[in-house]
């Protein structure tokens, strides 16, 4: 039961109010909102049917939660749709690296906490897949469903001076030099000379990532090794992969579809590792029709 209608003060623009430890809606609708979890400064926006099942979106490396823009207006038209930047993007706070996934997945568990959400239908792209997996292993209580999208469960040996290599461009130049480069890998070629509004959107977004957080999130990403565990995850999944995604290919996503018993793989044509962005509409009706079987509450 909710006994009161405004927000306490921890939270620098509330989007919940907590009395009893239950929540309510008390914010306009896609307000980025900001609260403290493990020390951390985390930004965050709340939108959609109060009373509607919680999905919970978890952005990729270098991006922020405006990546999911595409997927709001269907999303929010019956889910409550909590939206975050996690640590070392967007609004949120980017303290000294390196990061761990685990510290990533406690964020996510430690916002739930604080807003008072006990379960979500988690959906990660990339690093957020990353997440979601650590979640699954360790918080399966928290999750009534998983989605993870261009991702991959392991980070082999031979990858990682490429990924030493990212993170001392960060440090040492910045940001700038990994744009192009980026959103190379991220679009096909057809969508970046197409799309080029969404793209240039992609870019400013690798612009504004902090160097420290990218860098600790690199770190993070870089430790990855999860692939023979995932057998232990049993809750319902999906996979979505773009065909034409060069960094977490196809490969990488059956191999994870392989290990989860009961899980769907939906491939989508014509698109790389921003599938949300290059195909919303065919990403979209995958993640909803996976949502309808599974968003009882």
Known sequence: MVYGKTCRGHHRVSGLCHTMGTCCACSPEGIQMQTTVNGLTINYTLDGPATGPVVMLSNSLAS???MWDSQMPELTSRYRVL???TRGHGGT???AGPYTLEALAEDARG???ALGIPRVHFVGLSMGGMIGQILGLEYPKLLQSLVLCDTMSRVPPEAKPLWEERIHTAHTQGMEPLVE???ARWFTAPFRAQRPEVVDKVRSMIRSTPPQGYAGCCHAIAGLNLTERLNAITLPTLIIVGE???GTPVAASRTIHEQMQGSE???????AHLSNLEQPEAFNQ???QFLAQHATR
């Open 181 to 183: 480069p980026t959103v």
């Open 83 to 85: 939206r975050y930047d």
């Open 93 to 95: 706070d980017a303290p």
């Open 64 to 66: 922020n939660l405006t």
């Open 286 to 288: 995958a993640l909803l």
């Open 244 to 246: 034409d995604d060069p």
């Open 265 to 271: 793989l939906v491939i989508l044509p014509s698109a």
């Open 111 to 113: 916002l739930l906490h």
